[in-house]
């Protein structure tokens, strides 16, 4: 079988034409938990949004994480301590469906203005629902899918690694449950930036960065990364708790991550010259 749900969309304009949709239950009412509790900000909010693999309705138990962006008017320190208290609480309280609850936020100015990353709205316009207030995805372009999209994944996750090796470095060995999180989720930022390599060289342009799309053609395509692939999502499924373990996966593997993205972007770089 394979995955064509997690594939990017695209019009036959070769534009990202997603098909977002809420999770089924029991994570929808999961999130009509939280978006009641963050509606608590009062008038200083403005819009909710629900990103990611749960905007696919593509949770798998335990391993997604659910992300969700909340746009205020001002990032006041009533409100940023509700959010923060909000994202803890709703993490443990529900640990057993997700990986991790995030609560990101922005002030409305940011959306109006030229800092308006590029980034960000393609997570907005492509990525998320918006669950409550203004729905900022209408007034962004259409995005196509090409090069750019894979440039931001493989310089955003090469920056993250180098992050993960400090992390690594702070932990202390009986501190099992921060172990165990930092091997989750280094699992899955490795996988993330192995397909949006491998999705950088198709034609056309189709993988996804969902963890779980497309193992038969990799399979197929390109075995070594195949083997990799199954090794990080065996992380990802059961983290390893033991720092002196995750600390000899991570510098064995990671420097080789590294490498791959630093070469793609080189190669991008050389290409772009040369035009």
């Keep these: 079988m394979i995955y064509e749900k997690y594939l990017w969309r695209t019009d036959s304009a070769?534009?990202?034409?997603?098909?977002l949709k809420l999770p089924r239950l029991p994570y929808k009412t999961i999130l009509n938990e939280i978006v009641k509790s963050l509606k608590n900000i009062g008038?200083?909010?403005i819009s909710i949004f629900l990103r990611g693999s749960a905007a696919f309705d593509n949770v798998e138990m335990g391993i997604?994480?659910?992300?969700?962006?909340?746009?205020?008017?001002?990032?006041?320190?009533?409100?940023?301590?509700?959010?923060?208290?909000?994202?803890?609480?709703?993490?443990?309280?529900?640990?057993?469906?997700?990986?991790?609850?995030?609560?990101?936020?922005?002030?409305?100015?940011?959306f109006i203005s030229d800092e308006f990353s590029f980034f960000s709205k393609f997570v907005i316009k492509t990525q998320s629902i918006c669950?409550?207030?203004?729905?900022?995805?209408?007034?962004i372009e259409k995005i196509p899918l090409n090069h750019k999209i894979y440039?931001?994944?493989?310089?955003?996750?090469?920056?993250?690694?180098q992050i993960f090796d400090n992390n690594i470095n702070s932990l202390k060995s009986d501190e099992k449950e921060k172990i165990s999180y930092l091997c989750r989720h280094i699992s899955k930022y490795l996988i993330r930036t192995i397909f949006a390599i491998l999705a950088s060289q198709q034609r056309p342009l189709q993988y996804s960065r969902d963890i779980r799309c497309c193992f038969e053609?990799?399979?197929?395509?390109?075995?070594?990364?195949?083997?990799?692939?199954?090794?990080?999502?065996?992380?990802?499924?059961?983290p390893t708790d033991n720092l002196e373990l995750l600390t000899?996966?991570?510098?064995?593997?990671?420097?080789?991550?590294?490498?791959?993205?630093?070469?793609?972007?080189?190669?991008?770089?050389?290409?772009?010259?040369?035009?």
């Design 64 to 110: 997604s994480d659910l992300d969700l962006i909340v746009v205020v008017k001002r990032k006041d320190e009533e409100t940023l301590n509700l959010i923060k208290k909000l994202s803890k609480y709703y993490s443990v309280q529900y640990k057993q469906y997700f990986c991790e609850i995030s609560i990101a936020s922005f002030e409305e100015s940011y």
């Design 217 to 238: 053609i990799i399979n197929l395509e390109s075995p070594v990364w195949a083997n990799r692939l199954n090794t990080f999502y065996k992380w990802v499924r059961c």
């Design 248 to 275: 000899q996966k991570f510098k064995n593997l990671a420097p080789l991550i590294k490498s791959e993205c630093q070469i793609w972007l080189e190669n991008k770089e050389r290409k772009k010259s040369i035009e």
């Design 14 to 19: 070769g534009y990202i034409n997603n098909e």
């Design 43 to 45: 008038r200083n909010l």
């Design 151 to 161: 440039s931001l994944d493989i310089s955003y996750c090469r920056n993250k690694l």
């Design 131 to 139: 669950l409550y207030g203004i729905n900022y995805s209408a007034s």
